[in-house]
């Protein structure tokens, strides 16, 4: 996978999008994860149904997550292993900003 490529196409990520891929370090069904991702954030982010369903259609178009099976109607997805990759990138953005946003205003609280 061309790094640069996957950094063009995917990066930055929304606030749902990279909630959504790091929940599915483990499969989940939709409700799931969105239980998982408030739970996670500590209520800060609630991901509604539509968004939730249509953010995994998009991501499972992109081959980001693909779907592992289906229980009682609920689909089981999990992170491809492109979007493992595009995650990891994601996250050395969000280290980068954090990393910079430090040293430019130092131990100011």
């Known amino acids: 996978m061309d790094t640069d490529k996957l950094k063009q196409n995917y990066l930055p990520m929304t ?6 891929l ?16 408030e739970n996670l954030t500590e209520g800060r982010i609630n991901i509604g149904a539509g968004t939730m369903y249509g953010t995994l259609s998009k991501l499972e178009k992109e081959n980001l997550i693909i779907q592992e099976k289906e229980i009682d109607r609920k689909k089981i997805y999990k992170l491809s292993t492109k979007g493992q990759k595009v995650l990891m990138l994601e996250l050395e953005r969000l280290e980068k900003l954090l990393k910079d946003g430090k040293n430019e205003i130092g131990g100011l609280k």
């Open 15 to 20: 606030e749902t999008a990279y909630y959504i």
């Open 22 to 37: 790091l929940s599915l370090h483990e499969a989940k069904h939709g409700y799931g994860i969105m239980q998982h991702v």
